[in-house]
């Protein structure tokens, strides 16, 4: 599967994004599909002498358009950073496979980059803000990472640390996953109506304005090596990271399962199961805290405007208690 890029203009979101935020590429090694690149987006709070940054990390089948995230954190007196990781969003190149990776820690000098980058500007309260697989990505990154000692603290939103699927569905997902290790380009095709991305974009029933061609409704294909990646990294929380720092995760009281939409969609979790969530959040480290925002969505920060806010305010609560300077 190859890309090609701007079948879908900018959406008013990016074009705010790239005239407000300073853009910066992080060129990288080559990969076993060639060249790399990753993006780092900054805008500076009204402070701009602040020292206190939070580097946000999307999710999959995703890119950062959440503008109103990094205000919040501007107006919380943060200097705000995006990081689109390599293969996603902005630094999705003509040759690669969107959103392909073999193994999470293929991202981890990406963070690195970014981290360096942030350091260099005299930020040094760090916290790494992960929604969905970027949760999970930037929770092992701060168990591993090699400059996980930068990292002061993690706010995870709605982290993806467990399939929902069970039974003969667990049981496919465990086999693509196995099968991953000998093809590497075999992939499950994608039979969703796109629920979650109906629920939120603004041509549909949702209210946002994003990019069609970074972020399908569908999705993008799971590749069997991206599976095996996922399984991976989902059994390692599941043993416990022994994290000793300061975390926020932020999940909805509630999921969706079922695979056409309706209202109730927009008032839940429509991509993972919130139980299992909580569980394996639980085996984070010794300082979890984790806060439930009633009938949020799945990007908890997407919620209808009521919803959102409350959780903006548990984490405004959270940043006061946690790091107030």
Do not use: C
């Amino acid at each position: 599967m190859t890309y090609q890029q701007n079948e879908y203009p900018l959406s008013t979101t990016d074009s705010l994004i790239n005239r407000e935020y300073d853009i910066v590429t992080l060129e990288q090694e080559d990969d076993y599909e060639g060249p790399v690149v990753a993006t780092l987006m900054h805008k500076p709070p009204a402070d701009s002498n602040s020292t206190k940054a939070v580097l946000y990390l999307h999710g999959y089948g995703d890119y950062y358009f959440q503008y109103h995230v990094g205000e919040f954190f501007r107006d919380q007196g943060y200097h705000f950073y995006a990081l689109e990781l390599r293969k996603y969003g902005r630094s999705l190149l003509p040759h690669q496979r969107p959103n392909y990776a073999r193994d999470l820690h293929e991202y981890f000098p990406d963070i690195d980059a970014a981290l360096t980058y942030i350091t260099a500007q005299r930020q040094n309260t760090i916290l790494l803000n992960g929604h969905s697989t970027g949760g999970l990505t930037g929770s092992l990154y701060a168990a591993q990472g090699d400059q996980r000692d930068k990292i002061d603290g993690l706010i995870l939103n709605s982290p993806f640390f467990a399939f929902r699927s069970k039974g003969m569905e667990k049981a496919g997902i465990n086999l693509f996953a196995s099968l991953g290790r000998f093809y590497k380009k075999a992939y499950v095709p994608m039979e969703s109506e796109g629920v979650y991305g109906r629920s939120i974009h603004k041509d549909f029933k949702g209210e946002w304005d994003y990019n069609l061609t970074w972020k399908p409704l569908k999705g993008f294909p799971l590749y069997y090596a991206w599976l095996r990646a996922i399984r991976r990294g989902h059994r390692q929380v599941k043993r416990g990271l022994q994290l000793d720092i300061p975390i926020l995760v932020l999940r909805s009281d509630k999921s969706w399962r079922e695979e056409t939409f309706a209202p109730e969609a927009m008032q839940a979790d429509a991509v993972l199961d919130v139980i299992s969530m909580q569980a394996r959040a639980e085996k984070l480290g010794s300082q979890v805290d984790i806060r439930v925002i009633e009938d949020g969505m799945h990007d908890v920060f997407l919620s209808p405007q009521s919803i959102r806010e409350e959780a903006f305010r548990q984490t405004a609560d959270w940043l006061d208690q946690e790091f107030r300077q």
